[in-house]
């Protein structure tokens, strides 16, 4: 018996297949925790999937986290707003970064983006020392065993590649548009209405 596409597609999105893509919310997304978000995915397989949401600022700035760690400040981000990562485990944070430090808990994520959420990453970034390319996120976005899969299905997510440059060199407030607008999606034309013809 030949497999089908829609076997195909249930394959892919079973496979790590969308570990280091982007999550864009779709205009009719119902969850109000999530609406107009962009989420990188960090993690993705059978057991379920992982990702920090990279537009929602907090109220919570750089100068405040390295205060509350004790750390002096010379790292010129004091004022930068640190993100909403997500509805879970929003005491802990998740450091993204682009490759080439190495932290004790670093891992790679896709070809130019790591993560990182141990405190040593914190103190090199209070001291000046980098990495140059980084956003910090209080908490992240977490989809149980195929939870994330029947969501894309119902159209509430958009599935795109990630770049370093949505990341770290577009401001919050634009990475939702900016990200469709690099595939060449405009998401003012897509309807608020989810289902299948």
Not at 138 to 151: F, I, R, S
Request: aromatic content about 6%.
């Amino acid at each position: 018996m030949q497999p089908t596409n829609t076997d195909k597609i249930d394959s892919d999105l079973t496979s790590n297949s969308l570990r280091g893509q982007l999550l864009l919310a779709m205009p009719g997304m119902q969850d109000p925790r999530f609406v107009h978000a962009v989420a990188f995915i960090c993690e993705h397989s059978a057991d379920g999937t992982m990702g920090v949401v990279i537009n929602a600022p907090s109220k919570v700035t750089w100068k405040q986290v390295f205060s509350q760690l004790e750390l002096d400040d010379i790292s010129l981000r004091g004022d930068e707003p640190i993100l909403v990562g997500g509805p879970v485990a929003q005491e802990q944070g998740f450091v993204l970064h682009g490759r080439g430090m190495q932290f004790a808990s670093t891992s790679e994520v896709s070809e130019d983006i790591s993560l990182t959420a141990s405190k040593d990453i914190i103190e090199s970034l209070a001291a000046g020392r980098g990495p140059d390319d980084v956003l910090l996120a209080l908490g992240y976005a977490g989809w149980g065993p195929g939870q994330l899969e029947e969501e894309i299905a119902d159209n509430a997510w958009l599935t795109l590649p990630a770049s370093a440059e949505i990341l770290f060199a577009t401001p919050w407030e634009k990475r939702w548009q900016a990200a469709a607008a690099r595939h060449g999606i405009d998401l003012s034309g897509i309807g608020t209405q989810s289902g299948h013809a």
